[in-house]
């Protein structure tokens, strides 16, 4: 069942699955939990499972290729992003853009060569919308 692609969350291990087929273009399940291993051992049943509610979430489909499953992504990694800020958006801050900006700033922008890369990014869309 195909879903729409502006509702789907991915929880954490479900993103590091997308980061590598999406790295790759195409993977199997074994690609992809070799690739995840490397960093911390991941069963293959577990990477299996979470590949199939990929695939009914909408995020992936797979093709078959001899004996194992090609996967490859239908939710690109900029949609994901797109509706991870959304879903923060409209939970934690009541769908103020300001608010979340404000608490981006006050909580994650540490040093000042930040502040005056955020500050040099606010002029240029300030610029390009009275453009």
């Known amino acids: 069942m195909k879903k729409d692609l502006d509702s789907i969350i991915l929880t954490r291990q479900e993103l590091q699955i997308m980061k590598v087929v999406w790295e790759?273009?195409?993977?199997?399940?074994?690609?992809?939990?070799?690739?995840?291993?490397?960093?911390?051992?991941?069963?293959?049943?577990?990477?299996?499972?979470?590949?199939?509610?990929?695939?009914?979430?909408?995020?992936?489909?797979?093709?078959?290729?001899?004996?194992?499953?090609?996967?490859?992504?239908?939710?690109?990694?900029?949609?994901?992003?797109?509706?991870?800020?959304?879903?923060?958006l409209t939970r934690f801050f009541d769908g103020s853009p300001e608010k979340m900006i404000e608490t981006v700033i006050e909580n994650e922008v540490k040093r000042p060569e930040q502040l005056g890369t955020v500050r040099n990014l606010l002029e240029s869309l300030r610029e390009n919308q009275v453009a």
């Open 24 to 88: 790759r273009g195409a993977a199997s399940v074994k690609e992809v939990c070799s690739a995840i291993s490397r960093r911390k051992v991941t069963a293959y049943t577990t990477i299996l499972t979470l590949m199939g509610i990929l695939e009914e979430k909408g995020a992936l489909v797979h093709t078959r290729s001899g004996r194992a499953y090609i996967y490859k992504p239908l939710l690109t990694r900029q949609q994901a992003t797109r509706n991870q800020v959304h879903d923060v």
